[in-house]
């Protein structure tokens, strides 16, 4: 059953907000490009807006929209990804109403295009843009108004960042964007980041790697 799909690929987490507001958060993972996609709406208005979705696990994303009664409003972009092709096309068909967004200096088509200091408002909530150029020049990070959490695509990973050797990718601007849109958020800010790339292969052989008992 399709619920029980969504139990596993979902995951549910911060209940408030910085400001006290309570906001519906999941996080949905796709395993293939080891993709996080990032449901947030308001449980007032039920307005919602999807981070980064892929068009693989769109249906998916689409029927949790209708099972937790949401009215997905955006399909946003932090970047062009290079490594899936986004769900925001599909979702725009799945969902009407539903917008694509991103930014104006990816130069990717979509309903709507952002910029640095741009807001997305969804219910009570909204999301700043905070422009994060290096991993590719048209990278932004959302942050939530009350700057409790901070959606930060490839500019800032899981103990790294995105890499700068292609796409017009920069080492020193990511640099500078990291330091001066992430790095300068609240220390109580949590950051979610676009990937997760589990390393089992040094973990592995730290162990000897694989090892079968003599047959
Ligand atoms: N290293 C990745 C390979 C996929 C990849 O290149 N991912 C990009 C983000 S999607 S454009 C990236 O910046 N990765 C960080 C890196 O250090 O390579 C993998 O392990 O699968
Ligand atoms: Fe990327």
């Known amino acids: 059953m399709a619920g029980s799909v969504l139990r596993g690929a979902e995951r549910q987490l911060s209940q408030l907000s910085g400001s006290g507001v309570p906001i519906l958060l999941r996080q949905m993972f796709e395993p293939k490009s080891c993709t996080y996609s990032y449901l947030l709406g308001d449980r007032e208005s039920r307005e919602a807006i999807l981070i980064d ?25 932090t970047h062009c990804h290079a490594d899936h092709i986004t769900g925001s096309g599909l979702l725009r068909s799945l969902l009407p109403g539903c917008q694509s967004v991103i930014s104006r200096l990816s130069g990717a088509q979509a309903d709507l295009h952002i910029e640095d200091g741009d807001s997305i408002h969804f219910g009570r909530f909204a999301l700043e843009t905070r422009a994060s150029p290096g991993h590719t020049p048209g990278c932004v990070t959302f942050v939530l108004n009350d700057h409790s959490m901070a ?65």
């Open 151 to 215: 959606f930060t695509g490839d500019a800032l990973l899981i103990r790294g960042c995105g890499r700068t050797d292609f796409q017009q990718g920069c080492a020193k601007t990511l640099y500078h964007s990291v330091h001066e849109k992430i790095f300068t958020l609240p220390g109580d800010c949590l950051i979610y980041p676009a990937h997760d790339y589990r390393d089992f292969a040094v973990p592995a052989n730290m162990r000897c790697g694989i090892q079968t008992p003599p047959s």
């Open 53 to 77: 979705p892929v068009l693989e696990t769109a249906p998916r994303d689409a029927q949790l929209v209708k099972e937790l009664g949401l009215r997905l409003l955006y399909a946003v972009n």
